[in-house]
């Protein structure tokens, strides 16, 4: 198996170049480049940009359901804001915790 998975590795168009001895393969990874760091943290800004809409969605969601129980009586118009009130809290407290992932992803990444 283990040259299968030699030649997987060579023909994967990763940049990598294995070394085999016996049972072990051996994989060097090459050090970052400027380039690299910054194409890594295009990434994780898409990423946590992905983060913040799943969270928007969300709440986008939770006021809906708030605004169907006012409409059914089930709830009162004071409840209904209060309860989209505590979801904008608790929405801004989640993205600001995606932000400060984010910048601490940021920083490790430049400084390596």
Known sequence: MVQMIEKAILSSD???NPATA???IRIPMPPLTEETRRDLVKVVRQEGEAAKVAIRNIRRDANGDF???LKE???SEDQERR???EIQRLTDQRIGEVDKVL???E????VM
């Open 83 to 85: 309860a989209q009130e």
């Open 67 to 69: 605004k169907d129980l």
């Open 103 to 105: 910048e601490k992803k």
């Open 73 to 75: 009586k089930a709830i």
């Open 22 to 24: 016996g049972t072990v």
């Open 14 to 16: 990763l940049g990598l």
């Open 107 to 110: 920083s490790e990444l430049m």
